[in-house]
T-cell receptor, first 115, second 111 residues
Framework: DAGVIQSPRHEVTEMGQEVTLRCKPISGHNSLFWYRQTMMRGLELLIYFNNNVPIDDSGMPEDRFSAKMPNASFSTLKIQPSEPRDSAVYFC?????????????FGEGSRLTVL | GENVEQHPSTLSVQEGDSAVIKCTYSDSASNYFPWYKQELGKRPQLIIDIRSNVGEKKDQRIAVTLNKTAKHFSLHITETQPEDSAVYFCAASYRASKIIFGSGTRLSIRP
């Protein structure tokens, strides 16, 4: 397996534009997480899905952020409209069923810069 | 809500010495405690984990201890080497489902 695949790796956009980040989890994993990493706040959990269903989105900063998982092999994180304070590295991670190994496998991250 | 606190935020040790990073968690239902290492510009990767039915776990130079009563857990790295320089994150989870990370510790190994 190629691991968790994220795109784009880098995104530079202007304030007010829509940003869509994409993630393909490891095949067979049924839990998917979105994290945001900044120097100030570390690794913040934004939302996670089990079996494509959002379980906890309490970490989503505000209504400008939304996430979907239409099927087991694809998820998106959308920011609309984007703001400079959204600049961060966004990681997607996946893992297998609870009760099995709890290891999270991270993608390489999407570095977002909002000007 | 769930919270994980991690200390120190930065740590510098002489090569060959030991390093200790400490975490506390708030949710008493947490039962899975992993540690991740993130090298500069890379993704976090699991280095060791412990479940609540175990008090200590060791893997070569790395060990983790857990005190469930005090809701504390710690990472111990012995005989530190230059390649141990990285940011280390602790985390806590309930049923290995929702996984909350601490704020990270930047470990530097002095030659």
């Amino acid at each position: 397996d190629a691991g968790v695949i994220q795109s784009p790796r880098h995104e530079v956009t202007e304030m007010g534009q829509e940003v869509t980040l994409r993630c393909k989890p490891i095949s067979g994993h049924n839990s998917l997480f979105w994290y945001r990493q900044t120097m100030m706040r570390g690794l913040e959990l934004l939302i996670y899905f089990n079996n494509n269903v959002p379980i906890d989105d309490s970490g989503m900063p505000e209504d400008r952020f939304s996430a979907k998982m239409p099927n087991a092999s694809f998820s998106t994180l959308k920011i609309q409209p984007s703001e400079p304070r959204d600049s961060a590295v966004y990681f997607c991670a996946s893992k297998g069923l609870a009760g099995e190994s709890g290891e999270l496998f991270f993608g390489e991250g999407s570095r977002l810069t909002v000007l | 809500g769930e919270n994980v606190e991690q200390h120190p935020s930065t740590l510098s040790v002489q090569e060959g010495d030991s390093a200790v990073i400490k975490c506390t968690y708030s949710d008493s239902a947490s039962n899975y405690f992993p540690w991740y290492k993130q090298e500069l510009g890379k993704r976090p990767q699991l280095i060791i984990d412990i479940r609540s039915n175990v008090g200590e776990k060791k893997d070569q130079r790395i060990a983790v201890t857990l005190n469930k009563t005090a809701k504390h857990f710690s990472l111990h790295i012995t005989e530190t080497q230059p390649e141990d320089s990285a940011v280390y994150f602790c985390a806590a989870s309930y049923r290995a489902s929702k996984i909350i990370f601490g704020s990270g510790t930047r470990l530097s190994i002095r030659p």
